[in-house]
């Protein structure tokens, strides 16, 4: 495959979230060619992937996972920019696990499309049992939108109330810089969503060194809880 800004960029993103030995990872704005890295990258070869092939799964959405898919679901969103939700249940040898991850509207006047987008959303998913909810919800801490998603655990505030943890930092990731609106903050955007027996004991950023991509990842380990 002949070496990209991209497919560089493809490399470094799965050798920075591999580096956390993860069990479940959620991606957005996946491409054709970050599919084609993927499927040559051998230090993923023992995980499950919501879509087979080469070409941009639906919406730009992928889940790589450790543990086997007992159903994926992709299902277009109320959206003018064709946005999509992954709905995926796993098998992890105990319980079910539902995953959904998403790639809420982007622009910063889009409030209303992104609170029928969350309605969308949490309609589907199950707050009983084991449920994770995560992705780039385009929605800071401070936005109006973050009130609909407060029956869920946010690994985050959870574990580190009041501190920033911007996944959108114009400061400190060029890329952020290149791609933003104009006069758009900093913001925490990217969410790992939790149901109640799910229980955040660390969470942190990934990506700071080397940023592959305008957003920092977030990750998490949970517990599960009786």
Do not use: C
Not at 58 to 78: C, D, H, M, N, Q
């Amino acid at each position: 495959m002949l070496e990209t800004a991209s497919t560089a960029r493809a490399h470094t993103l799965l050798r920075q979230a591999k580096a956390l030995d993860p069990d479940i990872v959620a991606l957005q704005e996946v491409t054709a060619g970050f599919m084609e890295v993927l499927a040559e990258d051998a230090d993923w070869a023992g995980y499950h992937v919501s879509v087979e092939g080469s070409e941009a799964p639906p919406g730009g959405l992928l889940v790589l996972s450790r543990y086997p898919f007992a159903k994926i679901a992709y299902r277009k969103l109320p959206s003018a920019s064709g946005r999509y939700v992954l709905f995926a249940s796993l098998d992890p040898g105990t319980e079910p696990l539902v995953v959904a991850t998403t790639h809420l509207e982007s622009l910063l006047e889009d409030q209303v499309a992104r609170k029928a987008q969350i309605a969308f959303i949490q309609e589907r998913l199950p707050h009983r049992g084991l449920t994770l909810w995560l992705g780039d919800f385009n929605v800071g801490d401070q936005d109006p939108e973050t009130a609909h998603l407060a029956g869920w655990t946010d690994a985050w505030t959870r574990l580190r109330p009041g501190g920033p943890g911007y996944s959108y930092d114009l400061e400190t990731n060029p890329l952020a810089r290149e791609h933003a609106f104009a006069a758009e903050p900093s913001r925490r955007l990217d969410r790992i969503l939790g149901s109640r027996r799910l229980v955040p004991i660390a969470v942190g950023l990934t990506g700071q060194t080397n940023p592959p991509s305008d957003h920092y990842g977030v990750w998490a380990d949970l517990v599960l809880s009786r």
